[in-house]
Nanobody, 111 residues
Framework: VQLVESGGGLVQPGGSLRLSCAVT????????LGWYRQAPGEQRELVAD???????NYADWVKGRFTISRDNAKNTAYLQMNNLKPEDTAIYYC??????WGQGTQVTVSS
């Protein structure tokens, strides 16, 4: 299983980004997937996760700004991020079944 994240970049405060996590292999639909982030000097933290049947869980600080979803037909998970703040600046990582990590994608929120 390999994970490839995409969709990061530079965005102004209040802007939006959608991250994608493409997972190789036929077992994508069987397992949970999560998005985590790590800011410089900080520990990696959970942003949101989603079970194989679509139940979601979010970090308290997300406060309705982010939405995690998955498309089992495309072996892809998404993180829609709205109303981004400078403190959201971090490397965002996709995690599959609590075991496999992607390489990360940089999100920078700055004016």
């Amino acid at each position: 299983v390999q994970l490839v994240e995409s969709g990061g970049g530079l965005v102004q405060p209040g802007g939006s980004l959608r991250l994608s996590c493409a997972v190789t292999g036929p077992i994508f639909k069987l397992y949970p997937l999560g998005w985590y982030r790590q800011a410089p000097g900080e520990q990696r933290e959970l942003v949101a996760d989603i079970t194989n049947d679509g139940r979601t869980n979010y970090a308290d600080w997300v406060k309705g700004r982010f939405t995690i979803s998955r498309d089992n037909a495309k072996n892809t998970a998404y993180l829609q991020m709205n109303n981004l703040k400078p403190e959201d600046t971090a490397i965002y990582y996709c995690n599959f079944n609590y075991i496999v990590w992607g390489q990360g994608t940089q999100v920078t929120v700055s004016s």
